[in-house]
Nanobody
C-alpha cells in the first residue's frame, strides 16, 4: 500500500529555516504530482506548495511564496519543502500527499490522496 512518511519538523524561532522531507513508498513516485498542506489548530487545511511529477513546475500559496521551496528527487521517492524566514503564523502540522487527479487544481486538497501522518512545525516569536 502507499505510505508517506514526513520528517524534519520541529520548534524553531522566527527567521529560522527548516527542511521537511516526505518519503513515499508503494507507488510509482515519478508518475504523480505531490503537494504539501498544513493545518493549524482550529483552522482549515491550507495549501502550501505543490510540484508536478517531473519537477518542472511548482506552485505556491501566496503566504509562502519567496520563502518556501518545494523540490523532489524521483530517484529517492522523496519530496522536500525548504522553509526559510519562518514566521509564527507558519506554525502548523505539515502533511504531504499524492495528487491522484492529474487535471485538477494543485491547490485543491480534494485532488489528493494517500496523506502522510504529518510533522509539527512550531515557530516561536
Amino acid at each position: 500500500q502507499v505510505q508517506l512518511v514526513e520528517s524534519g519538523g520541529g520548534l524553531v524561532q522566527a527567521g529560522d529555516s527548516l527542511r521537511l522531507s516526505c518519503a513515499a513508498s508503494g507507488l510509482t513516485f515519478s508518475r504523480y504530482g505531490m503537494g504539501w498542506f498544513r493545518q493549524a489548530p482550529g483552522k482549515e487545511r491550507e495549501f502550501v506548495a505543490a510540484i508536478r511529477r517531473s519537477g518542472d513546475s511548482t506552485y505556491y500559496a501566496d503566504s509562502v511564496k519567496g520563502r518556501f521551496t518545494i523540490s523532489r528527487d524521483n530517484a529517492k521517492n522523496t519530496v522536500y519543502l525548504q522553509m526559510n524566514s519562518l514566521k509564527p503564523e507558519d506554525t502548523a502540522v505539515y502533511s504531504c500527499a499524492v495528487k491522484v487527479d492529474y487535471y485538477g487544481d494543485y491547490a485543491d486538497f480534494r485532488r489528493y490522496d494517500h496523506w502522510g501522518q504529518g510533522t509539527q512545525v512550531t515557530v516561536s516569536s
